[in-house]
Nanobody, 127 residues
C-alpha cells in the first residue's frame, strides 16, 4: 500500500526559493499521477502542481504558474516541487498525493476522490 512522504518544508523569506520532495513507502511512485496540494489556515486545500505518470503533462493553477515546477527524478521514485519567488500567500501545509488513471488538471482541480496522501510539510513564507 503506497504512502506518500513529504520533506523539505521550512521557513523562508519572501522572494526566496524552496524545494519539496515526495517519496513513497510501500510502493513506488513510478506509475502514479502525483500532485502537490497546499492548505493555508482557514482555507480549503488547493492543488498547486500535478504531473502525469509519463511526466509529459503537467498542470498548474494561475496562482503559481511560472513560479512552481513539478518534476520527477530519473528512476521516477521522487517527485519534486521547486518553488521560486515565494510570497507570504504561499504559506501553508503542503501535501503530496498519488492517484492512478486521471489527468493532472482533473487531479489538481479536485476532480478525483484522492485517498493516497502524505502527512504534509509546513512551508512558511515570512520576514
Amino acid at each position: 500500500h503506497l504512502q506518500p512522504v513529504e520533506s523539505g518544508g521550512g521557513l523562508v523569506q519572501p522572494g526566496k526559493s524552496l524545494i519539496l520532495s515526495c517519496v513513497a513507502s510501500g510502493d513506488t511512485l513510478k506509475n502514479y499521477f502525483v500532485g502537490w496540494f497546499r492548505q493555508a489556515p482557514g482555507k480549503e486545500r488547493e492543488g498547486v502542481a500535478c504531473i502525469s505518470e509519463s511526466d509529459r503533462i503537467t498542470y498548474y493553477p494561475d496562482s503559481v504558474k511560472g513560479r512552481f515546477t513539478i518534476s520527477r527524478n530519473k528512476d521516477k521514485t521522487t517527485v519534486f516541487l521547486q518553488m521560486n519567488n515565494l510570497a507570504p500567500e504561499d504559506t501553508g501545509v503542503y501535501y503530496c498525493a498519488a492517484h492512478l488513471f486521471t489527468t493532472p488538471q482533473t487531479m489538481c482541480n479536485g476532480g478525483e476522490d484522492l485517498n493516497l496522501w502524505g502527512q504534509g510539510t509546513q512551508v512558511t513564507v515570512s520576514t
